[in-house]
């Protein structure tokens, strides 16, 4: 069991940063593959990036290669999800999720067990 808390949303300008994090309860976070997903209003939730569970390798969607960039800090149980050059589409609730796995690119929510509540990232151009 582990318990999963987004912070670090907010409002930002098109082309601006954030660093989203989720820091995770429980002793056993490195046995954890991480996720992180997003959803806009009426969309449905989409994978954005994942990172094993050592954090030496990473998985990213398309729409946000070269922009994001996802790290995991398993002495402090934290997985962070650093945003470049943000655009307006980039707008969701941002979510982290887990599941204790060594295979990571998961990239449908199903693959999931554990999600956090979510924080809401706004990008206003």
């Known amino acids: 069991q582990v318990l999963l808390v987004e912070s670090g949303g907010g409002l930002v300008q098109a082309g601006g940063s954030l660093r989203l994090s989720c820091a995770a309860s429980g002793r056993t976070f490195s046995s954890y593959a991480m996720g992180w997903f997003r959803q806009a209003p009426g969309k449905e939730r989409e994978f954005v990036a994942a990172?094993?569970?050592?954090?030496?390798?990473?998985y990213y969607a398309d729409s946000v290669k070269g922009r994001f960039t996802i790290s995991r800090d398993n002495a402090k149980n934290t997985v962070y999800l650093q945003m470049n050059s943000l655009k307006p589409e980039d707008t969701a609730v941002y979510y982290c999720?887990?599941?204790?796995?060594?295979?990571?690119?998961?990239?449908?929510?199903?693959?999931?067990?554990?999600w956090g509540q979510g924080t809401q990232v706004t990008v206003s151009s």
């Open positions: 990172i094993s569970r050592n954090g030496t390798s990473t």
């Open positions: 999720a887990a599941r204790a796995d060594a295979y990571y690119r998961r990239t449908r929510p199903g693959g999931y067990d554990y």
